[in-house]
């Protein structure tokens, strides 16, 4: 059983930085990704990274954001630099046994999730 645990969210001001971190532990997981939802909107995928290494972003993130992970404290992270307000969302870690494709698994859906960190950009 894969267990996910985020921390790291908060409230900052735009233009600021957080660092999101999400301890996993279980079996192997090959995909990871941070996701995202904002009330009235669609989740969306933010960033993605797998066993290889691999990464890939969402355009609304790219250059700002960085996915990177530690195997030996089982750590997935998730800097986020240049906050915008429209970057304000319940974030979710979320895990899969499978690679990725992109920014989701390979068979399409995460299977395990963690219980979300607020992030709030104010203007």
């Known amino acids: 059983q894969v267990q996910l645990v985020e921390s790291g969210g908060g409230s900052v001001q735009a233009g600021g930085s957080l660092r999101l971190a999400c301890t996993a532990s279980?079996?192997?997981?090959?995909?990871l990704g941070w996701l995202r939802h904002a009330p009235g909107t669609e989740s969306e995928g933010v960033a993605s990274?797998?066993?290889?290494?691999?990464?890939a972003y969402a355009d609304s993130v790219k250059g700002r954001f960085t996915i990177s992970k530690d195997n030996a404290k089982n750590t997935l992270y998730l800097q986020m630099n240049s906050l915008k307000p429209e970057d304000s969302a319940m974030y979710y870690c979320?895990?899969?046994?499978?690679?990725?494709?992109?920014?989701?698994?390979?068979?399409?859906?995460?299977?395990?999730w963690g219980q979300g960190t607020q992030v709030t950009v104010s203007s």
């Open positions: 979320a895990a899969a046994h499978v690679y990725c494709s992109g920014l989701t698994p390979d068979d399409g859906d995460y299977r395990y």
């Open positions: 990274i797998d066993s290889g290494g691999t990464t």
């Open positions: 279980g079996y192997s997981k090959h995909c």
